[in-house]
């Protein structure tokens, strides 16, 4: 049973940069499978962030792209976010989950962290 | 870019059929998930490549697809499927979610 942990700081000040870091246990990074980063601001809907693969391969959205690092780190099994900049608007939940891929060029989140509050404030 | 789009909310009593909708250009092109979300926890896929059931997931649960539209359809609800429901679609660099559903069970 693969299980998710996000850890790192609950409150970063405004221009500042969010990091987390998601532990991976139960399974491998070096998997055949994406790690992702999703968000939800309190109240409202999800938000893809982005993804990587064991091979450090990334992929983010494009409405996030220029404020957004994922990196991995395959000793640890683990892999991390930064958001650089951050402003009241990036308060939210954050999720690390695994896009598992069941075909090529398809995949789906089949295991999420809890998710970890993440407000931006001064 | 592209974006889905769901109803806000759906209401319906036990025992009835839910369906909640999710549209968008690119569906034709690319399959569509769909993730309960009960608050508090983290979502939970229900659907995957438009109407494939992960194991575990409840055969009252379905999903369908007909040009720009996905539908996920729930069958004799229960009080337990009370929950926001997210459909989510994308290619292999880029995955969008909808706004979301809540359902509310009469």
């Known amino acids: 049973q693969v299980q998710l942990q996000e850890s790192g700081p609950g409150l970063v000040k405004p221009s500042g940069t969010l990091s987390l870091t998601c532990a991976v246990s139960?399974?491998?990074?070096?998997?055949?499978?994406?790690w992702s980063w999703v968000r939800q601001p309190p109240g409202k809907g999800l938000e893809w962030i982005g993804e990587?693969?064991?091979?450090?391969?990334?992929n983010y959205n494009p409405s996030l792209k220029s404020r957004v690092t994922i990196s991995v780190d395959k000793s640890k099994n683990q892999h991390s976010l930064n958001l650089s900049s951050v402003t009241a608007a990036d308060t939210a939940v954050y999720y690390c989950?695994?896009?598992?891929?069941?075909?090529?060029?398809?995949?789906?989140?089949?295991?999420w962290g809890q998710g970890t509050l993440v407000t931006v404030s001064s | 870019s592209y974006e889905l789009t769901q109803p806000p909310s759906v209401s319906v009593s036990p025992g009835q059929t839910a369906r909640i909708t999710c549209s968008g250009d690119?569906?034709?092109?690319?399959?569509a998930y769909w993730y309960q979300q009960k608050p508090g926890q983290a979502p939970v896929v229900m659907i995957y490549?438009?109407?494939e059931r992960p194991s575990g997931i409840p055969e009252r649960f379905s999903g369908s697809s007909s040009g720009t539209t996905v539908t996920l359809t729930i069958s004799g609800v229960q009080a337990e499927d009370e929950a926001d429901y997210y459909c989510q679609s994308g290619d292999s660099s880029n995955k969008v979610f909808g706004g979301g559903t809540k359902l509310t069970v009469l």
């Open positions: 989950a695994r896009a598992l891929v069941y075909m090529p060029g398809g995949s789906y989140f089949d295991y």
């Open positions: 690119a569906l034709p092109k690319q399959y």
């Open positions: 990587i693969y064991h091979s450090g391969s990334t």
């Open positions: 139960g399974g491998s990074i070096s998997s055949n499978n994406w």
């Open positions: 490549k438009d109407s």
